[in-house]
Nanobody, 128 residues
Framework: QVQMVESGGGLVQAGGSLRLSCAASGITFSTHAMGWFRQAPGKEREFVASISRSGEGTYYIDSVKGRFTISRDNAKNTGYLQMNSLRPEDTAVYYC?????????????????????WGQGTQVTVSS
């Protein structure tokens, strides 16, 4: 069975950094594009960043560009989200997701319904 397990969340002060990890099992990770989403209290889940299955292509929402970096290590079946210069508005539960991608270079999977596999989420809280 497929499992996506996030880790690395926590409480951090504004301006700080966190690195989220997403360990995948039950899928051939290298054939799947990956994304990170987040959901703040009372809000809908939103796209944050995505990466092609090869790792060569990435895409970000404007509010995290220059602060967040998505990456992956296919040998370890693990994806990452490095978050720097964190702001209180980044507070949310962060979810990783994966979907099979026929294209090795396509990275712009930005809608929730484009993903088949989801993790349980990890809480990120940024204090002001």
């Amino acid at each position: 069975q497929v499992q996506m397990v996030e880790s690395g969340g926590g409480l951090v002060q504004a301006g700080g950094s966190l690195r989220l990890s997403c360990a995948a099992s039950g899928i051939t990770f290298s054939t799947h594009a990956m994304g990170w989403f987040r959901q703040a209290p009372g809000k809908e889940r939103e796209f944050v960043a995505s990466i092609s299955r090869s790792g060569e292509g990435t895409y970000y929402i404007d509010s995290v560009k220059g602060r967040f970096t998505i990456s992956r290590d296919n040998a370890k079946n693990t994806g990452y989200l490095q978050m720097n210069s964190l702001r209180p508005e980044d507070t949310a539960v962060y979810y990783c997701a994966a979907r099979y991608s026929r294209s090795s270079s396509r990275y712009d999977y930005i809608r929730l319904e484009e993903y088949n596999y989801w993790g349980q989420g990890t809480q990120v809280t940024v204090s002001s």
